[in-house]
């Protein structure tokens, strides 16, 4: 079965730190997602792409994250510099198409953690 | 815009007893809904979606839910629970694709925890 991958599983870094997760989604899917879930909550959506192009950032702190998905297949999150209240799981997920007819496929996710 | 409401933070129950978790949502069109199971440290799991139709839907693992539209609920439902039904479970919705974008919005999540 055709999974998200997402690196790393695991991330300890200090405060003021830079730092960038990487994702790579189901081929064929022109819809990826960058959700944020911290312990003992849902998961927030960060923003969203169509094939290379944002659609959705309206929750993505700009100050200090970034995203991108150049060539409209993987993409890459990063944030510099981290925070403290920046720990958290980062998961990725992908779609076949624009909605959510056939659901959303996610990776195992990064757990960050900033010291 | 949409929300959803997950009525219980923990749900601790006996194994093959029954268990029902809630979930209520709010929204000004039609939607989707959806429940994903998480476990320790992994990545979401969809055990069931409603698009359209019959309103009891049946998933992966023994689950189902039903759509409510009158009382804006999807519940998820498993008639016997194993130890390893143990984890955290989510709902979510979708506003209908009519507009231009849309995306997937989770409640906060119950753990179910089956003991022996």
């Known amino acids: 079965e055709a999974e998200v991958a997402q690196s790393p599983r695991y991330k300890i870094t200090e405060k003021s730190q830079a730092v960038a997760f990487w994702c790579d989604p189901i081929?064929?899917?022109?819809?990826l997602y960058w959700y944020r879930q911290i312990l003992g909550q849902g998961p927030e959506l960060l923003v969203q792409?169509?094939?290379?192009?944002?659609?959705?950032d309206s929750q993505l702190p700009k100050d200090r994250f970034s995203a991108e998905r150049l060539k409209g297949v993987d993409s890459t999150l990063k944030i510099q510099p981290a925070e403290l209240g920046d720990s958290a799981m980062y998961l990725c997920?992908?779609?076949?198409?624009?909605?959510?007819?056939?659901?959303?496929?996610f990776g195992s996710g990064t757990r960050l953690t900033v010291v | 815009a949409q929300s959803v409401t997950q009525l219980d933070s923990q749900v601790p129950v006996f194994e093959e007893a029954p268990v029902e978790l809630r979930c209520n949502y709010s929204s000004s069109v039609s939607v989707y809904l959806f429940w994903y199971v998480q476990y320790p440290n992994q990545g979401l799991q969809l055990l069931l979606k409603y698009l359209s139709g019959s309103t009891l839907v049946k998933g992966i693992n023994g689950f189902e839910a039903e759509f409510n539209k009158s009382q804006t609920s999807f519940h998820l439902r498993k008639p016997s629970v194993h130890i390893s039904d143990t984890a955290e479970y989510f709902c979510a919705v979708s506003v209908s694709p009519r507009g231009s974008n849309y995306k997937l919005t989770f409640g906060k999540g119950t753990l179910l925890t089956v003991n022996p």
């Open positions: 997920a992908s779609s076949l198409d624009t909605g959510a007819i056939y659901g959303y496929t």
């Open positions: 081929s064929g899917h022109a819809t």
């Open positions: 792409f169509q094939d290379e192009s944002v659609v959705d």
